[in-house]
């Protein structure tokens, strides 16, 4: 599969571009024409810096409102679209992209449409270049794939055929069966773009909202299938206007993007019954099966070794060769990392992911091009493998035991034998984002390990809306609540500016509350507003709203069931949290996050 990236798609000058996209694997570029106008260097040093770096110029674009106009309006296409093409043979492009006209067309008539496009044909053929037509979403009276394909088709000319692009088609809905109809000899170029669905116009949504494959909310799999189907063998291009990709470093971005089509390439070769030669999927790999561990990490962790002791947790020694420390309580495992942390404040540093097929997710992430995460071992230690998620934090992966503690566990010396508990194991991972790097890590999460977005929301904080997005297995056995600050935050330390929290799944997290309590642990205080609230939103005796005070408990409840659970202060920069989910209840306790965030912000 020969892949294309816009370079309209990420940041810097149009030299950074190109260098940015052959160092993350792409086959060739589509120039947009504003990166070439600020560029220093001519034409031809473009062309030269681009094969020097092994990149195919793909394509030009765009030129616009090129057809639907009255005769003078015309002639000044023909004259703008012959220095076009002397520029193009300067580049070495040999196609360009025509928009369907937005502004200056006056006729609504296919035949005077393609009739110009006919003739534009003409002019392009002298010079060795094609046209690839597309209507764009906006467009005045062609925005509809299918009328362009129509236009086309009756200016039957060699060098006039159609661009196919994802979200000028997915944005308005329209029935992806008539790309079947089109000659795969016809689709000159395709270009592709993911994006959530939102309710506004869809010039803006298009200009500042398309994301890379496998981010959004549009069945791209389904999409390119269907080109691929059709005969299309040209480049899958990437043209994708979004404000926070052309902010981000360019080689961060050309691999995030890289890596997104990739995905789409295993995607589109499990939906095709025939899979082409030159589609590759990626090995099989189910979610994983639960959470191994999570790591803190510090220069001294003693502060959370005391919280894990008063919430019930059994120290299991030291690391044999490490300054490490296991803590346990059911099936949860607390790693305590002190190594090479001069300076750190405890923070959440790594998760371990228990996983059917570890060699599988390994060539996954190999495939992803995804940055390694590198530990040392010895002969006689467990090898785990692991990989940095865009946030910077340490996501190993082991193959899940089939009956009892991973091997890796014995490693660890000269510790207590367990405790009765009511923990029971981990609920759910929240992991707090750069601004920059939402994206990028839903990639990560769902691309290597086949997790799925289970919903998204936001939660009113006392410096701004936080958005949540919570990423899950399948069978709920591994939840990853992604969280982005709000920009006031962000901007105060370049990050997620967040706490990350680990929450723990509990049988009777009342129980664990009191004897918590009885070992000296003060939990974070819930103000009492927000026990007047529970008791008016639900029907609660006053005995049980007088309990969840007391213990300083938050409550939910839906159809499905009740979530019980209480926060432990923040050290560092991370807190636990502890839960009981009664019945089949799902979320996370929504209404609680706010008076949460307050009480952590006073703090």
């Known amino acids: 599969m020969k892949t294309s990236m816009a370079t309209v798609c990420i940041s810097g000058t149009l030299a950074d571009k190109l260098h940015a996209c052959a160092a993350a694997g792409f086959d060739g570029v589509e120039i947009f024409e504003p990166d070439l106008l600020a560029a220093p260097e001519s034409p031809e040093e473009i062309a030269a810096i681009a094969a020097r770096l092994g990149l195919t110029l793909d394509l030009y674009q765009p030129m616009r409102d090129v057809e ?80 362009a394909w129509r236009v086309v088709e009756r200016a039957d000319h060699p060098a006039v055929g159609v661009c196919l692009d ?29 994006a959530p669905r939102l309710s506004m116009d869809v010039l803006s949504w298009s200009r500042h909202h398309r994301l890379f494959p496998g981010e959004g909310d549009f069945d791209l799999a389904d999409f390119t299938a269907r080109i691929v189907d059709a005969g299309y063998t040209g480049p899958l291009s ?4 979004n404000d926070t990709f052309r902010q981000t470093d360019p ?14 390439e295993d995607a589109v070769a499990r939906t095709l019954a025939g899979v ?57 495992r607390v790693v305590l990392n002190e190594q090479h942390a001069r300076g750190w404040e405890p923070r959440l540093a790594a998760i371990g992911l228990e996983v059917d097929d570890a060699e599988a997710v390994d060539l996954r992430m190999h495939e992803l091009r995804v940055p390694r995460a590198y530990r040392r071992t010895y002969a006689t230690e467990e090898r785990l493998d692991g ?28 510790g207590e034998p367990e405790t009765p508990t009511t923990v029971a194991g981990v ?62 935050l962000a901007d105060q330390r370049a990050g997620a500016a967040l706490p990350q929290h680990v929450a723990f799944a509990c049988t009777d997290v009342r129980a664990l509350a009191r004897a918590a309590r009885e070992r000296g642990f003060i939990p974070l205080a819930m103000p009492g507003n927000y026990y007047d609230d529970l008791a008016a939103r639900f029907e609660m005796t006053d005995a049980a709203v007088d309990e ?56």
Not at 68 to 94: S, T
Not at 387 to 410: L, M, N, R, S
């Open 427 to 488: 609920d759910h991972v929240s992991l707090s984002q750069p601004w920059q790097a939402i994206e990028e890590a839903t990639l990560f999460y769902t691309a290597g390990f086949a997790l799925r977005v289970d919903s998204s929301t936001e939660v009113p904080g006392p410096q701004g809306l936080v958005a949540s997005r919570v990423l899950g297995s399948p069978g709920g056995e591994v939840r990853l609540p992604l969280n982005v600050a709000p920009p006031i």
């Open 238 to 241: 990437l043209e994708v206007f």
């Open 68 to 147: 639907g106009v009255d005769e003078d309006a015309f002639a000044a296409v023909l004259h703008r679209a012959e220095a076009k093409f002397r520029l193009m043979n300067r580049l070495g492009i040999d196609l360009v992209l025509c928009c369907s006209n937005v502004a200056t067309a006056s006729i609504d008539d296919d035949d005077v449409s393609a009739g110009q496009l006919r003739r534009l044909g003409d002019l392009a053929q002298g010079y060795g270049i094609r046209i690839a037509f597309e209507a764009l979403a906006w467009g005045k009276y062609i925005d509809d794939y299918r009328r």
């Open 251 to 264: 080689r961060r971005t050309a691999l995030h993007a890289r890596r997104s089509l990739r995905w789409l």
């Open 276 to 332: 082409p030669a030159d589609l590759r999927m990626l090995p099989d790999s189910a979610a994983p099966s639960g959470v191994d561990f999570v790591e803190i990490k510090a220069e001294d962790t003693s502060a959370v070794e005391e919280l894990l002791h008063q919430l019930g947790f059994t120290s299991r020694g030291r690391h044999r060769t490490k300054p490490v420390t296991l803590w346990t309580a059911g099936e949860a």
């Open 548 to 603: 969840l005070r007391e213990l300083h408990l938050g409550y939910d409840r839906d159809a499905a069931g009740e979530y019980l659970h209480f926060y432990t202060r923040t050290i560092g920069e991370v807190f636990l949290e502890f839960v009981e989910r009664v019945d089949a209840y799902a979320g996370y306790g929504a209404g609680t996050a706010p008076v949460r965030l307050s009480a952590q912000g006073r703090r």
């Open 166 to 194: 994802s979200f000028h088609i997915l944005s308005r809905g329209h029935d992806l069966a008539d790309i079947a109809l089109i000659p795969g000899e016809k689709i000159f170029f395709a270009q592709l773009a993911d």
């Open 387 to 414: 990989a940095v998620a865009p946030d910077g934090t340490e996501v190993y992966w082991a193959q899940a035991a089939d009956e009892g503690e991973p091997a890796w566990v014995a490693e660890f010396e000269h």
